[in-house]
């Protein structure tokens, strides 16, 4: 018996298959030529039972959020909590710098109440101006910021970049992705499920 040592493996072919073996897939791609083929296969696939999926295409298509059953985002949610906080942030804010003067509280953080012609300390319609600016202000922060949160921004680095097929996805190709993560994935079941969908090509994408 001849020692294996003596039938070295060349470098290329072993780190190839060392690759092939530690990749794990991410997803199942499926390629579409029209808009139609893309939405009747986004709906058949959550009618099969899949959640973990995705639709892209090069333009907006209507109808594709109920076909893949894309649930209302809780981005205008998040733009009213930062308008209310801005709304009684600002309140506060102008209230405790500009009618209060509490003892024991440090100089840096009193506030400076001050009479005027004899008007009120605090007058509500006088800073109207500050409080819509910081009601404005945090409900753009929390919009912007949870669009970003919410889309996973910024991603320098995707998957589905490693195949040549999705470059087409900006120019002229509609595309369904099935992602590995989703309960009911299988590479083999998967695959045959997506060849019934009769598109114009699968292939399976390593993370």
Known sequence: ????????????????AT????????????????????????????????????????????????????????????TLAGGLAGFFGGLFLVWWMNATMFSGVTTSLQGYPYLISGKPIFSLQANIPIIFETTILLAAFATVFGMFALNRLPM??????????FSRVTSDRFFLVIEADDPKYDSRWTREFLEKLDPLSIEEVDD
């Open 156 to 165: 320098l680095y995707h998957p589905l970049f490693k195949s040549s097929r």
């Open 1 to 16: 018996m001849q020692d294996a040592a003596s039938h070295p493996t060349p470098h290329g072919q072993a780190t190839a």
């Open 19 to 78: 690759e092939q073996a530690s990749a794990a897939p991410f997803a199942m791609l499926a390629e579409f030529a029209d808009v139609t083929s893309v939405v009747n296969a986004a709906r058949k696939t959550r009618e099969q039972g899949y959640v973990h999926f995705d639709v892209h295409s090069p333009l907006p298509i209507h109808g594709i959020d109920r076909a893949v059953g894309i649930r209302p985002t809780i981005l205008p949610w998040l």
